[in-house]
């Protein structure tokens, strides 16, 4: 007879918790069978742990062929709290996500990939920990089977935290010398897996322990509610980042995606074939997906989960209640087409309640699930000068213009928040909404409200936007930004890491590698692995040779500014950093973050011209936080082609740190550098001061330093203000000098030094006063070296400004587009269009780069633009145009082209206007 237990409740404890296990490596096959005793914890009780690992001779003599002869098994026993004393989830190495967060609500990376012991690496450990070795001199195969004993025992603490635990145990050898799992590779501790995964270790079931909880109230296992994060719509790429988090578990679990920030989902409502998409409503357990060796044996076919879906309108649909009947992968599965293949019935914002329960193969069950939201919408892009992980210095702000793409008249909300001191209960927040101009864009004439930074601490802003094109197809833009805001006078400094040598075999701020990562013939990679440079506005320049050997790693450390501490030879290790989250009792703070009591993380972001390669919030410990140049998709993100990284991209490093000790006032410190992509071959991975050398560029010139200024073909209308804005790569105080000359002739000038951050901007806004096109100059000075806009003409760029206020009878500028179309990655595309002007402007511009700028002759009122990608890419080698590992022809860089004219009226009128179309790779966007 089964029993049925309500959700989130447990199996009654039996007197000792038995499991058996099978384990796989290279060298052989292991089987173990353990007894824990007692199945209920409480403070003060003894623990035994009983069992029997069995090993073959063929195991042991294919370790000792291999140079590691065992004398003994070693048997290592930790206790991980699974569960803590709410029912919630907690996961000893935080990967890719956390289920410990920031004030704003980000995940914190981190913890240990491995057993959570001292023993071997790690800073904390767990309230059971014990090992044991046996000698295997006296024992004796059976079948060629060696059968070993082994027994541990101790006493669990008197303030045992209560939760529910999972007893991890650890097996491997001792040659005596050495300390090995059963693969001969470190102990206790996930290796990279090449192939099938490795199992040196297992879990028994879970565990209920009653105790004391930190706050003093007295907490009974027995009624501790187990519940997991469920996520929804993880299979569908949401430009870079995937999964909805139901709204109940964003206080305590928080994706971590690495290439920007976990925002909104959008999804498509329509596929390429104009039919509407189908999605899957059932959950993921993302915790699920670290390492499956560590997973909850779950049971396939126990569980329920029930789905409301109110559409955007108000709309209720009750889909039902619905037993899970398998699993799909890890997850499990209904296969019931009402919830693995529903579809939207218009466009907006759903809201989804998804609850139910999963069982394990005990019959203990958890609940999971809550409220759900995303968006079924077109996808509108944004940019701006705030790059996500963009430290402020007290007394900046957040608030910068906006550029939305397609340029829609979008409707605007911005909610910015500033965390003072980190305190979730000193929050300055600041919202407001607006509509864009009809060019798209968002600024200080459109309602656009600063929000100033005046202390120290961590903000986190968002914008949403939302469009109705004239086809009744919603657009809609999601984007958060998140940082540290620190003082000038701080006594800390954010630094990255050393340079190591590998010649004199030493650790450098700069110097010259004179190597770089490659692949041999024979599939061996021998990978350079980077991190951001030691000292801010330093520069790294690294190759990209487009098989994945050269890396960069964004982990941040933090020094003294006065008598700085040592540095230390352990930073060496990718992902290690002295930015910790330490706990009063010394355990684990993933696994009980209760007791965390001083904080220490840093932010981590690589923004490249159009998209971000790399955006994460971590402690000590972050595993594998790198990003290979190339070739590398960036999680699927608008403008970021399948080649990565290649010769010629332009980075800024950026970041911060938090250090927050135990009863002082938090520090902070913010972080910049720069990195510039190596052509293949150039085997001189380096960092060099900034100016140092001329650097290479996206358009195949090398230069001192680059500036990136205004992007020819922006649209304004008149009476908007302006003042020149410049960014400046390498970090150096150049002198800017940015010339602008009026329709009518008029010319301004303004001048002045880039900032210590990288920046110039204007002190006075110049009037936009008359329609028409509007050319400028800029030039950039620093130490007898001229600065370099890619792609900008030798004469300057243009921008265009068209009449606020139309006259009537005055037609517009038209393409012979539809709204959606392709152009061929080879072949291109001829755009065509009408006008009533002699001739029509154009410009043409990609993230970073302008490609072509000019006028088109009207001829009987007709126009063409012939589009040649291939042309393009020869001028601007980082327009990508084929794969560069297969060679298959395709882009997916995105180009901005503008053109613009002046209509004539039949009634003598005239008036000034625009299109833009904008080319996502090979699809090809035109919408007023």
Known sequence: MSVLLLAGAVAPAAHSVYYETLGYTNHGEWTAQVSVSPGQWRPGVRVVISGQLNITEAHLASLAAANYKATGIVILATAERSFDAEGKLRIPCAEKMSTVLTPTGLAIEGGWYGAITKRYGYGFNTPYDQQVTVNLAGLKANNGWLSVPFQLDQELPADLPPGYYRVRLDYGITTGKATVNLNAESFARRPFFKGRPIESHHYSPIIGASGVHVSGRRVEASSIKLRLPWVLLYNYNSNGYRGVVAEEDKSWFAPSQRNLM???????????????????????????TIEARSNTVWAADKGEITVEVTAPDGTVQKLGSFPYVAKSGTNPTTRNAKITSWKPAMYGQYTVKATGWWADEQGNLYEGGGTYKFWIAKRMTLATATFQGMPYAVGNRYGRDIAFAPAFPAEVEVTASLYADSDPNQVKTVKYSGKASPMGLFGAAQGMVPLVFDRPGEYIAKVLAKYMDQNGHLWVCSMSHAGVVFPEDSPIVARGKKLYLPGPKTYVD??????????????????????????QRDVLL????????????????????????????????IGASNLKLVTSNGYSPHLFPEYITEWGYYYAAGPRPGFMSRFLVGEHNVRAPYWHLSPNAFGGQINASNNGDVPGDIYRLIGGVVVRPQGKDPLYAGYLASAFILPAGTNDNRVIAPG?????????????????????GMTYETGTTFAPAVQIDPVVPAEITFTLTYPDGRKVTQSGKGDPWGTYVGSTRWTLDQPGVYRYTLEGAWEGHKGVMPGLPASGGEFYVVEKEKPQGVGELKLELPEESTMDPVAGMTIRGRSTAKQVYFAMVIPGAVLDQGYLPVKDGKFEY???PKALETKTPTYDTYHRVSGKPEIYDVIHLTM???EEGANGASAHSFQRVIIRGTKVLCIR
Not at 510 to 535: A, C, K, Q, T
Not at 554 to 570: A, R
Request: aromatic share 12%; no cysteine; hydrophobic share 35%.
């Open 510 to 535: 700069r110097g010259h590698s004179l190597r770089e990562g490659w692949m041999g013939d024979d599939g061996v990679g021998y990978l350079d692995h980077i991190n951001f440079p030691y000292n």
């Open 900 to 902: 613009f004219s002046k």
């Open 866 to 868: 012939i589009l040649n």
């Open 542 to 573: 690294i190759a990209s040779e487009n098989k994945s050997a050269n890396k960069i790693i964004p982990t941040l450390i933090w020094e003294w500014k006065e008598n700085p501490q040592p540095y230390q030879s352990g930073y060496s290790s």
């Open 692 to 712: 140092e050398e001329d650097v290479l560029g996206p358009h195949n010139t090398k230069a001192r330093f680059f500036m990136v200024g205004l992007r020819p």
């Open 262 to 288: 976990h925002d909104d989902v959008i999804l498509p409502m329509f596929n390429a074939s104009n039919q509407v998409i189908g999605y899957s409503l059932e959950p993921q357990l993302l915790t699920d």
